[in-house]
Structure formats: C-alpha cells, structure tokens
C-alpha cells in the first residue's frame, strides 16, 4: 500500500532525460551493444554496458534507496542477460547499508529477475565488514573473507548477481566461497562494468 501510494504521489520519470515513465527510459538505457562480457576466476560475466553516463547515474540512485530503477534493471536483465544457470544467488549489501536504504537492492533485483526468468532465487550468502564504496583500487583487491554461508541446504550451481564490477575482487570472494563450499558457479550478471 505504501508503495503505491508512494508511486501515485511521486511518480517515476526518466532519470537521464526526466520523461514520465521508467527510472531509465528506453531511449537513455544501454542499447544491447553496449553489453560487455567478460570472465572473473573463469567464470562467464554479462553486464548491461559500462559504468557511466545514464546507467551509472540509476545505478547510483538505485543505491541511494529509489526502489523505482529495480523494476527498469530486472526487466532489461529479463531481456538481455545471457541464460541463468542454476538458482539465482544476489551479492547481499552490509546491513547497515540496507537498513540506510530501506532495502538490500541486489537482494530485492535477484528477487525480480528469478521470477521474470523463471528461476529460483536463493539468499545464501551474508556480508560482512564494510562496504567497498570508498576504498582504493588496492584496498578492494586485497580485502577478503567478505562474505558467510547463511543456511545448510546450498544449490548444486547458481549464478551470481551483482549491482557493478569494479575490481572483480568481490565477486572472487564470493566464487571462492561458494566452491569451497561445493558450489559450482556458473555465470555471473551485473548491471554495469566499470572499465579500465
């Protein structure tokens, strides 16, 4: 109820041209060329395109607490991602961060997408320490232990989703995690890749 009422009072527009519509119209989304695929320990990576302009600007608002970009991102994913194998695992947010937020937006888009795919979403993974948001390019790729197993009964194989790669570091830690714990992970989605 609450959402709704909060969409009739501010309703969502374009966040790169301000059209009344989707947080990130169709003509200021990435266009499917703009994908970038790439591999982080292996594994094959899909993002929307790289981490500027307009998709920057909605995935920074997204972080901020404007649920409004979920809809918009779990549905470009829907549509472009490459197929998801295995259950759906977010890269969770501390919880200082959600709580800031509102909500955990890796968590919440996971939630959207697996259910516009068709697949199952699965929170087995709990962040630990602080937020990468800040740190160096140095501090990022020599943090470890980032992330804990939350739960005993952990799919055979998932893909992993994040909001951006930066460094890759974060998502080597949850790879390593989850193969360790006899996880095989498959594929890896994100909504923008930061390039060199």
């Known amino acids: 109820m609450v959402e709704l009422l909060r969409r009739w009072l501010f309703p969502s527009a374009c966040i790169a041209c301000d059209a009344p519509g989707p947080a990130l119209c169709a003509a200021c989304a990435p ?10 320990e292996g594994v094959p990576a899909f993002a929307l395109g790289p981490y500027d302009g307009a998709l920057r600007a909605a995935v920074v608002a997204m972080k901020r607490g404007e649920r409004d970009h979920l809809d918009t991102f779990a549905a470009l994913l829907a549509q472009r991602a490459p197929p998801l194998l295995g259950a759906l695992v977010p890269l969770p947010t501390t919880r200082g961060r959600a709580a ?8 919440a ?27 160096g390019r140095r501090e990022r790729l020599g943090a470890s232990d980032r992330f ?6 952990l799919p055979a194989a998932v893909t992993l989703l994040d909001d951006v790669c930066t460094t890759g570091a974060t998502l080597r830690d949850a790879i390593g995690l989850l193969r360790r714990a006899g ?6 989605v994100v909504l923008a890749r930061t390039l060199p």
């Open 31 to 40: 266009a499917p060329s703009a994908a970038i695929r790439f591999a982080v």
């Open 100 to 107: 800031e937020r509102g909500f955990d937006q890796s968590a």
């Open 109 to 135: 888009l996971a939630r959207q997408l697996a259910v516009l795919r068709g697949v199952p979403c699965e929170e087995v993974l709990v962040k630990r320490g602080r937020p990468q948001e800040g740190r």
């Open 148 to 153: 804990r197993l939350r739960g005993a009964g």
């Open 183 to 188: 996880v095989g992970v498959r594929r890896i």
